[in-house]
């Protein structure tokens, strides 16, 4: 993201909803494993821990901890994000029966280094469950889908997908239905 004090006047309008902003895969997953988290963001690890020299695993230290948001916030921004896999939001592809699913659909122009302009677009999902027990968070990205671009239509399958078979692997059990519209923003 350029330096604010050299945004244009349109600059300063389209940042707000994430126009010529670039983030990776672990910084997004890290935002909402934070908001899943009631605001305290746990430093990301790519290594869970090592085998000794008896093979047995010994888990690594845990990353540091931060808070960022208030847990009010946090459970407010989690009301709005069930509320996009609802009937009323983008995101209802995502939507798993007998969970509460939070997340936020995303499709965004790709920006093409080698021709200079935006060539493409990349559709995304990212979101936890179960959404008033976090326990895992999903991210799925395409890149230059070909059919649709939407992350709703294209990346929210995916999610769903991949967020189903994790929470039957770690049988997480259910935790009731998706977020009604009278619980969004209701800090619930």
Known sequence: MPHHTTWSGTQR??????????????????????????GVRVQ???VAGMTDENGRFVA???????????QNTADEIA?????????????????IPGYRVAGKTGTANRYDQQLGRYNGYTASFV?????????????AVVQKPAKDIYGGH??????KD??????????????GPSASPARIGAGH
């Open 13 to 38: 309008c389209t940042v707000a909803y994430g126009q010529g902003v670039s983030v990776t895969a672990l910084q997004t997953a890290s935002v909402y494993q934070t908001i899943a988290n009631g």
């Open 44 to 46: 990301p690890q790519i």
């Open 60 to 70: 690594g230290k845990p990353g540091r901890q931060t808070r960022v948001v208030s």
């Open 79 to 95: 009301a709005m994000l069930e509320g996009a896999v609802s009937a009323e939001g983008t995101g209802t592809l995502a939507a």
């Open 127 to 139: 979101g936890f469950a179960p959404a008033d027990k976090p326990e895992l968070v999903v991210l």
């Open 154 to 159: 294209i990346a929210a399958p995916v999610f």
């Open 162 to 175: 991949v967020m189903t078979f994790a929470i039957k692997s770690r049988k997480i059990p259910p935790t």
